[in-house]
């Protein structure tokens, strides 16, 4: 299957300070990504949709202006988390798509933790 | 408003057993599932998917059932075993969802006793 890789796997950081968080598709090219929140025991929230060369499409009530997304080539998209605060800490996780309606696959995910 | 839930928060069975978790689904324009695999601290792993076209689809040691007449979605796991234990997510996306959004359900978490 297809794989999709994340870094950092985990980061730290204190209240504040921006996390840039990567998501890449190793063996397709990903025409769409996802960035997905999921706080513990709960389901995968989407917080945006991120197409190549485009802005990032933004769930309801997900600020962009926190969580910018950038979608720069076909295998690469980035979430920086601006201004970290305790309670962004959570598992974010990208998912890559390669044509409309096909299957998305999911990274292993980044823990972060804002101290 | 539309949402994917199922129907048990949790399942435990004995090694060898097999498993079926299930999956409601409230919007009947959807029309590609899929089942993922989530084990603790890591992405979703995809196992089987099927349109809705189809009600029945079969891979290793899973079938994905989907009943559209009463919104139903299932995945069975035959001979379930010990590394099958992990959160169980069912998700739609439908026709016109922009770039293929998908709705994921609240999860099952499947635990396998050896």
């Known amino acids: 299957g297809a794989v999709v890789s994340q870094h950092p796997s985990w980061v730290i950081c204190k209240s504040g300070t921006s996390v840039k968080i990567e998501c890449r598709s190793l063996?397709?090219?990903?025409?769409?990504m996802f960035w997905y929140r999921q706080f513990p025991k709960q389901s995968l929230m989407l917080m945006a949709t991120?197409?190549?060369?485009?802005?990032?499409?933004?769930e309801q009530g997900v600020e962009k202006d926190k969580f910018l997304i950038n979608h720069a080539s076909l295998t690469l998209s980035t979430l920086t988390v601006t201004s970290a605060h305790p309670e962004d800490s959570s598992f974010y996780i990208c998912?890559?798509?390669?044509?409309?309606?096909?299957?998305?696959?999911f990274g292993p995910g980044t823990r972060l933790l804002v101290l | 408003g539309e949402s994917v839930g199922l129907h048990l928060p949790t399942l435990s069975v004995q090694e060898g057993d097999n498993s079926i978790i299930n999956c409601a689904y409230s919007?009947?324009?959807?029309?590609?599932f899929i089942w993922y695999k989530q084990e603790s601290g890591k992405g979703p792993q995809f196992i089987i998917d099927i349109r809705s076209n189809m009600d029945k689809r079969q891979g290793q040691r899973v079938t994905v059932l989907l009943n559209k007449t009463v919104k139903h979605l299932s995945l069975q796991i035959a001979a379930t075993q010990p590394g099958d234990s992990a959160v169980y997510f069912c998700?739609?996306?439908?026709?016109?969802?922009?770039?293929?959004?998908?709705?994921f359900g609240q999860g099952t978490i499947l635990t396998v006793h050896p």
């Open positions: 998912s890559a798509r390669f044509r409309a309606r096909e299957t998305q696959y």
């Open positions: 063996d397709f090219q990903a025409t769409t």
């Open positions: 991120s197409n190549e060369g485009s802005k990032a499409t933004y």
């Open positions: 919007n009947s324009a959807s029309d590609y």
């Open positions: 998700a739609e996306s439908r026709e016109g969802t922009s770039y293929g959004k998908l709705t």
